[in-house]
């Protein structure tokens, strides 16, 4: 423990919204961030665990010294220290400063165009970690409120939360889940259906009328941003619709779970499931109609939510990193199943065995061929969402997927 880092507050910065933040005398630090701090895009910063952002002084004199006009605040951090790099910090470390204010580190802090000024050719992603390691601005949460100040001590502390090393994983998944729900939604809006999309940063939700259910009525993004759970609500309440709102810990007083959801990752590639006379393959755009079926049949959808899947295929089948499979036994699908990228994350989707092939290691197989198509095409890491205690999470598990977060599916009701 003695190997642990120390340093200091150099500067603590705060804004009316964007860029730069201006250096203040102390600010009080609370799990809705830093007192007096606002931020434009909600929607993509702040919320209870991006609470602070944290940028090292030693990263703004490298930068400096190729040139770069950044400063102290100018690329939006709430606290400039001295001493360590904090972008090398494992998720979950804690940095305790002053007297009180203990933060918990969660994840890097993804750059964007609104820093481009702090930068001589523009080019913003310098401050991502993916690209330059040392070099990142690290969000925190907030684990003891306090009040910060420049000459603050900090005091770096090992992780205490074990569950804390998932956050960044977790957050990746979600966000992943995001964009290939909206694909879906505005498939079947294409398809006729009348569905109204919000879509505004990391949260989005949809609303259906004529569709009940959780599949076209859900919001999504909120376990990160539990903050913004109003904007949700509101779009359903405005639509007349129940909705299920995906989050961690409940979203409001009273919340009702529905259903509990385990997260899963799997960082490393697949060997092939090899089941006797079952071949997986990917659809090509132009054929329709073998996905939908099997999904249809083996999840027993209403008549309407059904016929719904079905005429949306052909939109989706055209969707960008949207990727179609079926597993067949002598050209009969049996199982059928999708795969979308995003950012070199895969995104497991729809996984679906017919009742009478149930059993015969077809769902495997289904995972590791598309968890192995996504590795084909860049990613890094393969994720999926299971109901908690089902047999899809018994053959993630079985495959080597580790669970990463819950998230539990809230219920409500416009009235």
């Known amino acids: 423990m003695t190997d642990l880092p120390t340093g200091r507050v150099l500067q603590v910065n705060v804004s009316d919204g964007g860029v730069p933040k201006r250096p203040v005398p102390s600010a009080r630090v609370?799990?809705?961030g830093v007192a007096g701090d606002r931020q434009n895009a909600d929607t993509v910063h702040g919320g209870p665990h991006r609470a602070v952002s944290i940028l090292g002084v030693e990263v703004i004199e490298r930068l400096r010294a190729e040139g770069h006009p950044i400063e102290p605040g100018s690329t939006g951090e709430n606290l400039t220290i001295a001493g360590f790099d904090v972008s090398t910090l494992e998720a979950g470390t804690r940095l305790a400063i002053g007297d009180e204010l203990v933060l918990e580190i969660s994840q890097p802090t993804n750059p964007c165009r609104t820093?481009?000024?702090?930068f001589k050719d523009g080019r913003f992603g310098r401050l991502s970690i993916r690209a330059?390691?040392?070099?990142?601005?690290?969000?925190?949460?907030?684990?003891?409120?306090?009040?910060v100040a420049p000459d603050d001590e900090i005091?770096?502390?090992?992780?205490?939360?074990?569950?804390?090393?998932?956050?960044?994983?977790?957050?990746?998944?979600?966000?992943a889940e995001r964009e290939s729900s909206i694909v879906f939604w505005e498939a079947a809006v294409a398809a006729g259906r009348r569905i109204a999309i919000l879509d505004d940063g990391e949260i989005a939700a949809s609303a259906a009328p004529d569709l009940p259910g959780p599949i076209f009525n859900q919001g999504l993004g909120f376990a990160h941003l539990p903050n913004l759970v109003d904007r949700a609500?509101?779009?359903?309440?405005?639509?007349?619709?129940?909705?299920?709102?995906?989050?961690?810990?409940?979203?409001?007083?009273?919340?009702?779970?529905?259903?509990?959801?385990?997260?899963?990752?799997?960082?490393?590639?697949?060997?092939?499931?090899?089941?006797?006379g079952l071949v997986v393959r990917e659809l090509a755009r132009d054929e329709i109609g073998p996905w939908a079926d099997v999904i249809v049949a083996a999840s027993e959808m209403p008549p309407a939510i059904g016929e719904t899947w079905r005429e949306l295929e052909r939109h989706l089948a055209l969707a960008a990193h949207h990727h179609r499979f079926v597993a067949e036994i002598d050209g009969t699908p049996v199982g059928a199943g999708s795969l979308h990228l995003h950012h070199q994350l895969g995104w497991l989707r729809?996984?679906?065995?017919?009742?009478?092939?149930?059993?015969?290691?077809?769902?495997?197989a289904l995972i590791a061929e598309r968890a192995t198509h996504a590795w084909r095409l860049g990613a890094d890491a393969v994720g999926a969402s299971t109901l908690e205690g089902g047999a899809s999470a018994a053959n993630v598990e079985r495959l080597g997927f580790r669970r990463v977060a819950t998230r539990r599916s809230y219920v409500t009701d416009p009235a």
């Open 30 to 32: 609370t799990s809705a």
């Open 115 to 118: 820093i481009r000024r702090s």
């Open 132 to 147: 330059h390691p040392t070099d990142s601005r690290m969000y925190a949460r907030v684990i003891t409120a306090g009040t």
């Open 155 to 175: 005091r770096v502390e090992p992780a205490v939360d074990p569950s804390a090393a998932g956050f960044a994983i977790s957050d990746r998944l979600d966000n």
């Open 233 to 276: 609500i509101a779009h359903f309440r405005d639509h007349g619709v129940t909705g299920w709102i995906l989050a961690d810990d409940p979203p409001w007083d009273g919340a009702v779970v529905d259903a509990t959801l385990a997260r899963w990752a799997l960082e490393s590639p697949l060997a092939p499931v090899e089941v006797p």
């Open 350 to 364: 729809a996984g679906s065995v017919l009742p009478s092939h149930r059993g015969r290691g077809v769902q495997r």
